[in-house]
């Protein structure tokens, strides 16, 4: 481990915007990249550490553990197959038979977000720790009967839950967490991951959508979390097979089958796609040139798609529904891309009026853990040091 001090302040963050890994390599195929001998790693972001110990007057809500079936209904009941007609009824049985799950997402990311960016000290990290270990040792999210939205759940509160307890893990003093607890927690993210590949891998072509890439990007972030290498190549491939879906004109032909939803699922498509490309990068591995094209050109559709919904309506026949599209957890993946890749065409715009950007599922406060550039330089390859310091 390097031991030196990492100072970067903010007149410097930009210098590294777009450092590249001396370790990034072209390969044929993002799937074809191991896991690095010294671990796979998180975003630079994740590291930046707590900046008091806080008052000990933490509020700490416990949500019970999900351990019933996971047979829920959909929003969509009784939609065709373009899944796009909303079934108010559905939708609240579905609020209330997922609020459990949803509850449990926005507990541990707030708390991890108060234990990170507000100081509350290590009460908000034991309530990230103490409410996963909870559902941990009660076998949550682990029920023999669930159905297809029950599989969908599951992977959100994954993703979720594997990102709360990476940020605190990564950034926790030595020997302040209860091994105990941080192995029943990831051995249960292994269980729960292992649920989410079953259900996941081997998928009919005409079927993989959007729920599979965020099926990918939930075990990715618990691969990072649990140093698992199997979930990680699995995540990468299931990665390689969205852009491989992608046309020659950018876009996702799924997601343009929700006829006046499509600009809603292609937005939400890259989210998780966003994500997985930049855990990628940080890891040494670039997305191929080829796909890379593609993938940016899918982005930019998006971008144009939400400034002038009627270029989508153009394609699919049908005028684009856009309420509640523009929100800050909707164009998340903006602040990660742009700090990443640069910013594309119009997407600068969406960021100064729907910002700061926050997201449940892609990690918590996106513009803290995204306000420098996410990759690492050579010098701190493969492996960033424990000692990081981010000056204000």
């Known amino acids: 481990m390097n031991n030196r001090r990492i100072t970067i302040p903010n007149r410097a963050m930009h210098i590294m915007l777009f450092t590249v890994l001396a370790t990034s390599v072209a390969v ?11 671990g796979l790693r998180a975003p630079i972001g994740y590291y930046q550490p ?10 700490c809500e416990v949500i019970p553990p999900s351990v019933g079936a996971m047979n829920f209904t959909s929003k969509y009941k009784g939609s065709d197959s373009a899944r796009n007609e909303l079934n108010e009824k559905a939708r609240e049985a579905y609020l209330e038979a997922s609020k459990t799950v949803r509850r449990l997402e926005k507990e541990v990311i707030s708390s991890a977000d108060d234990y990170q960016i507000d100081g509350d000290g290590p009460e908000a990290r034991d309530c990230v720790l103490n409410n996963l270990n909870g559902w941990a040792q009660a076998n949550a999210l682990l029920p023999e009967d669930i159905n297809q939205v029950g599989q969908a759940v599951r992977k959100w509160g994954l993703a979720a839950a594997a990102n709360a307890y990476l940020r605190v893990k ?7 967490l209860d091994p105990k607890k941080t192995a029943r927690i990831e051995a249960w993210f292994l269980q729960v991951a292992k649920g989410v590949r079953d259900y996941y891998s081997n998928r009919d072509p005409k079927k993989v959508n959007n729920h599979d890439y965020w099926a990918a990007w939930a075990v990715m972030v618990t691969a990072v979390a649990t140093g698992n290498c199997d979930d990680w190549a699995w995540s990468l491939q299931k990665f390689d097979e969205a852009m491989a879906q ?19 699922y292609l ?18 591995v670039s997305v191929p040139e080829q796909d890379w094209m593609a993938f940016n050109k899918l982005a930019q559709n998006v971008v144009d798609g939400l400034e002038d919904p009627s270029k989508i309506e153009a394609i699919t026949g049908y005028p684009q529904i856009t309420k509640g599209l523009y929100t800050e957890w909707g164009l998340a993946w903006m602040r990660p891309w742009t700090k990443t890749w640069g910013s594309l065409e119009g997407m600068e715009g969406f960021l100064d009026e729907y910002g700061p950007m926050t997201s449940t599922r892609l990690g ?5 853990l995204y306000r420098i550039g996410p990759r690492w330089t050579a010098e701190y390859a493969p492996h960033p040091p424990k000692d990081v310091h981010f000056e204000d």
């Open 28 to 38: 044929a195929s993002v799937q074809a990249a191991q896991c690095s001998q010294s």
């Open 50 to 59: 707590p900046k008091s110990e806080g008052s000990g007057s933490y509020h």
């Open 170 to 176: 990564l950034i926790s003093p030595p020997d302040s």
């Open 246 to 264: 992608i046309t020659t004109d950018g876009y996702l032909p799924k997601e343009l089958s929700r006829r006046d939803r499509a600009l809603e």
């Open 267 to 284: 937005n939400y498509a890259m989210q998780p796609l966003t994500m997985m490309a930049i855990f990628a990068e940080v890891n040494g």
């Open 364 to 368: 918590g406060d996106i513009e803290f």
